[in-house]
């Protein structure tokens, strides 16, 4: 586990900025960017509603294909639809976090999936290629929490190893909520996977038939 990250972030910059989604949703958001970022990537905070002393944050991690391209090979897209609407009902802030195919980057992502696509499941296809399962680490997020005044929140989030992370890192994670369950045809193997390997916040049951059907 990560240790406290003994480098200090700073806001950069802050600008608004209306969000309007394909379905009609709509959002005012406040973009904030950051100095000193431990693994100099360029995350960015996106502050909706009017966070109050525990606000509701979710970890989104950068999905190319699924948020800009609505993959359905994925949940990102929806989760982050999602997410959007949550914590601008609530009051939070949203981290979108640079960190592509759980950290293994858009290339080597498309590789995995050509992999899946001859029956690995989405660790297997990793592992295949010589790559971790996942290689996302969350000291940046956790230095952007502090820059923000964060230092307690609810998680929006089915992976515990996002506040597993955080915790380690020095954050007061209160209670993870789980985000909602988006199947298609085609991602319902990757979902599955998700619980069997990584412990996710999803009814196996229900996926498992899916699955099978």
Do not use: W
């Not at 959002?27 to 002393?53: M, N, Q, R, S």
């Not at 990757?190 to 069997?196: D, I, M, T, W």
Request: charged content about 25%; some cysteine.
């Amino acid at each position: 586990m990560p240790d406290t990250p003994a480098v200090v972030a700073t806001p950069r910059s802050r600008v608004r900025i209306p969000l309007r989604f394909h379905d009609g949703y709509r959002a005012d958001a406040e973009l904030v960017t950051f100095h000193g970022l431990a693994d100099g990537l360029e995350h960015v905070a996106i502050v909706l509603g009017e966070p109050g002393p525990v606000p509701l944050v979710r970890l989104h991690s950068e999905c190319l294909t699924g948020d800009v391209f609505g993959s359905a090979r994925c949940d990102c897209g929806p989760q982050l639809r999602e997410a959007v609407e949550r914590i601008a009902d609530r009051g939070g802030v949203l981290l979108y976090l640079r960190q592509e195919g759980r950290g293994i980057g858009l290339y080597n992502k498309l590789d995995a999936y050509a992999l899946q696509d001859e029956g690995l499941d989405t660790y297997e296809a990793n592992a295949a290629l010589g790559l971790p399962e996942d290689a996302r680490d969350y000291t940046a997020a956790a230095q952007m929490l502090r820059a923000l005044g964060i230092g307690e929140l609810d998680l929006l989030s089915n992976n515990p190893d996002k506040s597993g992370q955080l915790r380690a890192l020095g954050v007061d994670v209160r209670d993870r909520i789980p985000t909602g369950v988006f199947t298609t045809a085609h991602n319902v193997r990757y979902l599955r996977a998700k619980v069997l390997q990584t412990q996710h916040t999803l009814p196996l049951a229900a996926l498992t038939e899916l699955s099978a059907g």
